[in-house]
């Protein structure tokens, strides 16, 4: 069966960084548009960051071009995003999506504070 899972999410001050990691399996990934996103509480679940299967164009929420970058290693079958300048308002709960139509699987989550 399909799996992902995220790793790297943790306590931050403000202005720090942190790479969070998807490991995949059970799937073809370099064929698999992969995507994170966030859900802060109270709040819906955003679109952060995505890159392609080929060619690895990326796109970003405006709220985080220029801090955050994703990247993907299709020999290791994950996928990163690298956060800096971290704020406040970036503390939520981060999931990678793979997406192929008509497939979606989703992560199960790691959580990112930035906090002093």
């Known amino acids: 069966q399909v799996q992902l899972v995220e790793s790297g999410g943790g306590l931050v001050q403000p202005g720090g960084s942190l790479r969070l990691s998807c490991a995949a399996s059970?799937?073809?990934?370099?064929?698999?548009?992969m995507s994170w996103y966030r859900q802060a509480p109270g709040k819906e679940r955003e679109l952060v960051a995505a890159i392609t299967s080929v060619g690895g164009r990326t796109n970003y929420a405006d709220s985080v071009k220029g801090r955050f970058t994703i990247s993907r290693d299709n020999a290791k079958n994950t996928v990163y995003l690298q956060m800096n300048s971290l704020k406040p308002e970036d503390t939520a709960v981060y999931y990678c999506?793979?997406?192929?139509?008509?497939?979606?699987?989703w992560g199960q989550g790691t959580e990112v504070t930035v906090s002093s």
């Open positions: 999506k793979a997406s192929k139509y008509p497939f979606n699987y």
């Open positions: 059970g799937l073809t990934f370099s064929t698999y548009y």
